[in-house]
């Protein structure tokens, strides 16, 4: 198979008619500063973030996710990733307390949505609508407020589908990418490395906050999410 890009946890290779996304065993944190690999990761989150891609395509939302092959593939359409994270925060958690003086867990409503430039080199930093722009990485407001609009959406899906399996959803990270016809479709992935988790009950932490944070179990949460995701 032709790789087409290797980044930090997933390889994407070059498919017969689309393209396939390998989910590796690797995890890294502060923008690659710090790495590990755990056995059985990478199948977690193509299964997690699977069944998210499902719910979302279920609810009307365009995606870049064709199928889910087991243990750690995803089948997706091609499309030109725009260089851009999109960050909803339900709950104040994570980098924003380093920033401004909120205090960790307090509720944000409506949900915030930041933007980062997605650049290790630059830390990914935070930027605002008219820096988007002059950097290249979209042609104006309107399809800010499009990545804005359909981020929100995702929020409203998964919350409501993990807070009644004893999940909150925190914040997440969002990527998107342009098709050859020039649709807008979420893509990358949605799983415990990209999003933060809380037990609805014992507020402990279930995502790579475990792996940022040193605080062990990490593959075990991501299980426990598998679990409740699927049901079973
Ligand atoms: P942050 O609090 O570090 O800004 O992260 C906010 C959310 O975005 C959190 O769920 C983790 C996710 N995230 C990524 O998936 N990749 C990244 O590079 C960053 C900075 C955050
Ligand atoms: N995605 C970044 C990294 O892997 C930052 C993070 O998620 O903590 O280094």
Redesign the pocket.
């Known amino acids: 198979m032709e790789l087409l890009n290797k980044g930090?946890?997933k390889s994407v290779y070059k498919g017969e008619a689309d393209l396939i996304i390998e989910f590796r065993d690797d995890?890294?944190?502060?923008?690659?500063?710090?790495h590990a690999t755990m056995e059985g990761k990478g199948a977690l989150n193509a299964e997690i973030s699977a069944r998210f891609f499902e719910l979302l395509d279920e609810a009307g939302m365009e995606t870049h996710f064709l199928g889910y092959e087991k243990p750690n593939r995803h089948l997706a359409k091609e499309v030109k990733i725009i260089p851009l994270e999109v960050i909803c925060r339900n709950i104040a958690a994570g980098s924003i307390l380093r920033r401004y003086p909120f205090e960790e867990g307090q509720e944000f409503t409506p949900p915030l949505v930041e933007f980062g430039f997605k650049s290790?080199e630059y830390h990914?930093p935070m930027l605002n609508d008219e820096v988007a722009i002059a950097l290249g990485a979209v042609k104006d407001r309107g399809e800010l407020n499009r990545m804005r609009e359909m981020t929100l959406r995702v929020n409203d899906i998964l919350r409501g589908f993990l807070a009644e399996r004893g999940v909150i959803l925190v914040d997440f990270?969002l990527e998107f990418g342009w098709d050859r016809d020039g649709n807008l479709l979420l893509a990358d992935e949605v799983s415990p490395?990209?999003c933060r988790f809380w037990d609805a009950e014992t507020k402990e932490v279930m995502d790579?906050d475990r792996f940022?944070r040193d605080m062990g179990d990490v593959l075990e949460y991501y299980r426990e999410i598998r679990r409740r995701v699927y049901g079973d």
Request: glycine fraction near 12%.
């Open positions: 930090k946890a995890l890294t944190a502060g923008d690659g500063a710090k290790d990914d990270k490395d990209t790579k940022r």
